[in-house]
Nanobody, 124 residues
Framework: QVQLVESGGGLVQAGGSLRLSCVVS????????MAWFRQAPGKEREFVAV????????SYADSVKGRFTISRNNAENTVYLQMNSLKPEDTAVYYC?????????????????WGQGTQVTVSS
């Protein structure tokens, strides 16, 4: 059974930083492309960033380019999202997701496994 467990969320002032982590168990981590999505109250879940199984190719939503960085450590079965220069509009529940197919997908329905989410709140 594949499990994804996120951590690292919290309350931060605008301009601050947070690093989210997601640990994956139950299947070889290197077989997954990994992504982060977020969902604010009353809004649909939206793509944030994705990394390939190797950690080489990555892709970002325009709203976070230059501020967020996705990375992974296959030896530790963990994917990270470093978030800098945070803005109040970044406030959301952040989810990590795993995909067994290749490619840098950006739609939630293309992902097979999901974590439970971690809350990020950015105050102005």
């Amino acid at each position: 059974q594949v499990q994804l467990v996120e951590s690292g969320g919290g309350l931060v002032q605008a301009g601050g930083s947070l690093r989210l982590s997601c640990v994956v168990s139950g299947r070889p981590f290197s077989s997954f492309a990994m992504a982060w999505f977020r969902q604010a109250p009353g809004k649909e879940r939206e793509f944030v960033a994705v990394t390939s199984w190797s950690g080489g190719p990555t892709s970002y939503a325009d709203s976070v380019k230059g501020r967020f960085t996705i990375s992974r450590n296959n030896a530790e079965n963990t994917v990270y999202l470093q978030m800098n220069s945070l803005k109040p509009e970044d406030t959301a529940v952040y989810y990590c997701a795993a995909r067994t197919a290749s490619g840098l997908a950006a739609r939630p329905r293309e992902y097979n496994y999901w974590g439970q989410g971690t809350q990020v709140t950015v105050s102005s």
